[in-house]
């Protein structure tokens, strides 16, 4: 495995860079089953696109946060 890192930074800046970052890091991994798209599913949702791979894209999300438990927000104007 070839690491960018080792390109672009020097060896003795990225010495530092590593040795500055020894922490802990933990991270949780869901894995889901295959989502495979069906008709009833695009009937059921056909009012989340106008094209059936923006159906699709809705459901991915929905059925990714609820798993994760994260929000979803539509509206990204701040």
Same mark, same amino acid.
């Given at each position: %495995? ?8 020097? $060896? @003795?800046? $990225?010495? /530092? ?5 020894l ?7 869901? /894995? %889901?089953? +295959? $989502?495979?798209?069906? +008709?009833?599913? $695009?009937? #059921?949702? *056909?009012? #989340?696109? =106008? &094209?059936? @791979? &923006?159906?699709? *894209? @809705?459901?991915?999300?929905? *059925? /990714? *946060?609820? =798993?994760?438990?994260f929000?979803?927000?539509?509206d990204?104007? /701040?």
């Amino acid at each position: %495995m070839i690491n960018a890192n080792y390109d672009v930074v020097g $060896f @003795w800046t $990225f010495v /530092i860079l590593l040795l500055s970052s020894l922490s802990c890091y933990k991270s949780t991994l869901y /894995i %889901m089953p +295959e $989502f495979v798209p069906n +008709e009833y599913m $695009f009937t #059921k949702h *056909a009012s #989340k696109g =106008a &094209e059936k @791979w &923006e159906v699709y *894209a @809705w459901c991915v999300r929905d *059925a /990714i *946060a609820k =798993a994760g438990d994260f929000k979803v927000v539509d509206d990204l104007t /701040i």
